[in-house]
């Protein structure tokens, strides 16, 4: 039917996909010289869409629905069955209202007062400690501090094995096999974990603050005026737990950014805000992290010369529209001070997906984000000192998600005065 439209021929490109990983979407529409293209997946027919006004286009209620969209595969891993993110309509808005009370500018500055402290407690451990994988010790930082934070009570001795599940969680969304499976295995262990919680605070047996995340997941209201299941509120408390954890990739890239980027260092030592979110803000761009969405026709519509027909499925890509030439001149340069002159454009850069937030599904935690590598940033570059010993500081734009191959070792840490 879509005779304009390219169609990237071949019975099935499920493994270019899995091949060319964050550029499978990006390299042919600079092929096809066109921001949308047909292709089949997975044994489906499926429009793969890049750049700003295919962002708007997606993230119109009235075209697309997310009911049908994410595969069961990621749903037992990283989102938990039939959560937010599958959800549509005023059923969606409520629980998103829930999700956004949560993530205030006073939850994202005491988030980031909390992270500061652990870092420095961390740096005071392991003074001395040699060799110091960056990636480890974020996620432990951050599940002390997300748990703390939430409520969640967490004994020192579990942060290792919870950190890792909620990584693994995390690392199943783009594999088959192993990591697939390991990312099942952990969200199972997590979520009878946190349902555990939430019945012990429901039984009166574990006290909650009012206003934490806790409290608020366990006693929520549908808009039929019952509370969630214990399985949907303990998954929904994970969908807060897991992703703050899940800011050490983007930690870990900040810290290779300063390390191939070393001029920054001079500059950012004033510890100045501003400085500190553009840079955060082009680690957000630059790396990858989320490859692509996935959402269905809602009705039958039609956008650039293309049909989309009720239930097809299209992707809309993250990775390339965030290095597309067209928004970002140069974009394959890492340079913080582009951030100066952007508009702040809702639809351009979507690391963490597009729109506004409490509208549709674009990520409630940015700020949260945003907030914490700062703070992250603020203390790798000016709190304490360390080498970079030799290591593989490469990281792969195949493997789903990434990450730099060494985890960023650093050794000789010292705390500066
Ligand atoms: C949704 C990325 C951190 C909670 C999303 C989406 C992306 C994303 C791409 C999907 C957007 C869409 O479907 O249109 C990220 C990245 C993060 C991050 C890269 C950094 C590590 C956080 C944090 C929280 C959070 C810190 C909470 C504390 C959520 C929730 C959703 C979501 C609840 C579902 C929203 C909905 O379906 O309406 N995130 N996120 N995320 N994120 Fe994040």
Redesign the pocket.
């Known amino acids: 039917i879509n005779e304009k439209v390219p169609e990237d021929k071949s019975l099935d490109n499920s493994l270019a996909l899995m091949q060319e990983g964050y550029l499978f979407i990006k390299n042919r529409v600079d092929k096809y010289q066109s921001d949308l293209f047909e292709t089949r997946l997975l044994g489906q027919k499926v429009i793969c869409m890049s750049g700003e006004e295919a962002a708007k286009v997606f993230?119109d209620p009235e075209r697309f629905q997310?009911t049908g969209a994410a595969p069961k595969r990621v749903q037992k891993t990283l989102f938990g069955v039939n959560a937010?993110?599958t959800?549509d309509g005023q059923a969606?808005k409520h629980?998103?209202h829930l999700?956004m009370s949560?993530?205030t500018p006073s939850h994202q500055n005491r988030l980031a007062d909390l992270v500061m402290e652990q870092w420095q407690a961390s740096a005071t451990k392991l003074e001395g400690a040699g060799r110091i994988v960056l990636f480890d010790e974020a996620q432990m930082v951050l599940c002390r501090v997300a748990c703390h934070w939430a409520g969640v009570p967490l004994k020192e001795s579990e942060v290792k094995e919870r950190a890792k599940d909620f990584s693994a969680m995390v690392d199943a969304f783009g594999a088959l096999g192993p990591r697939h499976w390991k990312g099942r295995r952990a969200r199972r262990r997590a979520e009878e974990w946190i349902k555990e919680v939430i019945e012990d605070v429901r039984a009166g047996k574990l006290m909650a603050n009012e206003g934490s995340v806790l409290y608020a997941m366990a006693f929520h209201k549908e808009l039929d005026g019952t509370q969630l299941d214990t399985q949907m509120a303990a998954i929904?408390l994970i969908?807060?737990l897991r992703?703050?954890v899940?800011?050490a990739?983007?930690i870990t890239f900040t810290a290779l950014a300063l390390h191939e980027n070393p001029e920054w260092k001079g500059k950012l030592c004033s510890g100045d805000s501003d400085d500190l979110e553009r840079f955060i803000q082009e680690v957000?761009r630059y790396y990858p992290?989320?490859p692509f969405?996935g959402a269905r026709v809602r009705r039958d519509f039609s956008w650039n010369q293309c049909e989309f027909k009720e239930g097809m499925l299209v992707l809309l890509d993250?990775y390339g529209t965030n290095h597309d030439s067209r928004l970002w001149e140069r974009p394959d340069e890492f340079r913080p001070e582009r951030f100066k002159e952007w508009k702040g454009s809702l639809f351009d850069f979507i690391?963490?997906?597009?729109?506004d937030?409490a509208m549709?599904?674009?990520?409630?935690?940015?700020g949260?984000?945003v907030e914490?590598m700062k703070a992250s940033l603020d203390f790798i570059a000016n709190k304490i000192d360390y080498e970079v010993p030799e290591q593989d500081l490469s990281y792969s734009l195949t493997k789903m998600p990434t990450l730099p191959e060494s985890g960023f070792i650093i050794s000789n840490m010292r705390q500066k005065e």
């Open positions: 993230y997310r937010i993110q959800m969606h629980r998103k999700f949560l993530m929904e969908n807060v992703p703050i899940a800011i990739t983007f957000r992290f989320g969405l993250m690391p963490q997906g597009g729109g937030p549709g599904h674009r990520c409630p935690g940015e949260i984000t914490v």
